[in-house]
């Protein structure tokens, strides 16, 4: 789920908090029905959860265990392309 690179960078924006479809459109620069689909894959997966605040939709990344996770990925990321060596 994470090797697309949308769906990665929708984690990484839900890591930080809730957030809706319209407010991660924008963050991203991808077309709304994108961002849906990606959602939807991301929930089926278990890695979002939803929360409704009246008629909006509010995403975010599900549990600890998740955040800590994307934020790993993305850790590793950053020290490989900085050419940082990994840590043991």
């Given amino acids: ?4 690179g949308t ?3 929708l984690m990484w924006l839900l890591v ?3 957030h809706d479809v319209t407010a991660l459109v924008e963050a ?5 029905p994108a961002v849906s689909q990606h959602l939807g894959k991301l929930r089926l997966a278990g ?6 605040d009246g008629r909006r939709a509010l995403y975010s990344a599900r549990g600890g265990h998740v ?3 994307v934020t790993e990925v993305m850790q590793a990321a950053s020290h490989r392309v900085a050419g940082i060596p990994d840590h043991d």
């Fill in 28 to 32: 991203l620069g991808v077309a709304r």
């Fill in 47 to 52: 890695l979002v959860v939803v929360r409704r």
């Fill in 7 to 9: 769906r990665l960078r």
């Fill in 67 to 69: 955040r800590r996770l």
């Fill in 1 to 4: 789920m994470l090797a697309d």
């Fill in 16 to 18: 930080g908090g809730e």
